[in-house]
């Protein structure tokens, strides 16, 4: 059975902190997704990664795939009240798989 | 071009009755999933159809069902409800049935008393 773990759960911090998350599982998958869902609303798709090692930046957050596509990380610098949100990671490992979500890191910046 | 939309957005029902969700995917997409999220949690897998067949089917009762119509919008469908199926349900669109960018609707929120 495929899992994704998240770490932390929950983090708050101030407005303008760099912080880190992490997405870790023991299977190896062929891509994997960075999600932002805003309470009542659906995930909304940040980032795709496909090749280990992999780092994307998309303006203030940076994301990477490990070199052994088992784990991934998302930072962000510089954080804003507008960066509160759910952050998903979703995995999937071939063809025609169901895509796995992990439980999420709730962040919250404060300003 | 309209994104994935979903009805009702909120729902209320009573335990043992039937409940049908429904899913309009993004025009050109023909894959159509079903998540189940519960508060506090990751969404979790429930079906997958592309080209009108079922795909993939994550670990739920068979009380749930989905179809898939010609023109790719989708329902869920879902029988003699039970309190512990209150969640926010969701769907999600993409172009191929390896649907690793996949594009969400804003959900149903079922409530069930």
């Known amino acids: 059975t495929q899992l994704l773990e998240q770490s932390p759960q929950f983090l708050s911090i101030q407005e303008g902190e760099n912080l880190t998350v992490y997405c870790n599982s023991s299977s190896v998958f062929s891509s994997l997704q960075w999600y932002r869902q805003e309470p009542g609303e659906g995930p909304v798709l940040l980032v795709t990664v496909v090749t280990g090692g992999e780092v994307k930046k998309l303006k203030r957050l940076t994301f990477q795939f490990g070199d052994a596509r088992k784990d991934s990380s998302l930072h962000i610098t510089a954080a804003q009240p507008g960066d509160t949100g759910l952050y998903l990671c979703a995995g999937a490992s071939g063809s025609y798989d169901k895509v796995i979500f992990g439980p999420g890191t709730s962040l919250s910046v404060i300003p | 071009d309209a994104g994935v939309t979903q009805s009702p957005t909120h729902l209320i029902k009573t335990r043992g009755q039937h409940v049908t969700l429904r899913c309009s995917p993004i025009?050109?997409?023909?894959?159509v999933s079903w998540y189940q999220q519960v508060l506090g949690q990751g969404p979790q897998f429930i079906f997958q159809y592309y080209e009108k067949e079922e795909r993939g089917r994550g670990n739920f009762p068979d009380r749930f069902s989905a179809r898939q119509f010609p023109n790719y919008s989708s329902e869920l469908n879902v029988n003699a409800l039970l309190l512990g199926d209150s969640a926010l349900y969701l769907c999600?669109?993409?172009?191929?049935?390896?649907?690793?960018?996949?594009?969400f609707g804003q959900g149903t929120r079922l409530t069930v008393v």
């Open positions: 999600a669109s993409s172009l191929w049935a390896q649907n690793t960018e996949a594009f």
């Open positions: 025009s050109g997409h023909k894959s």
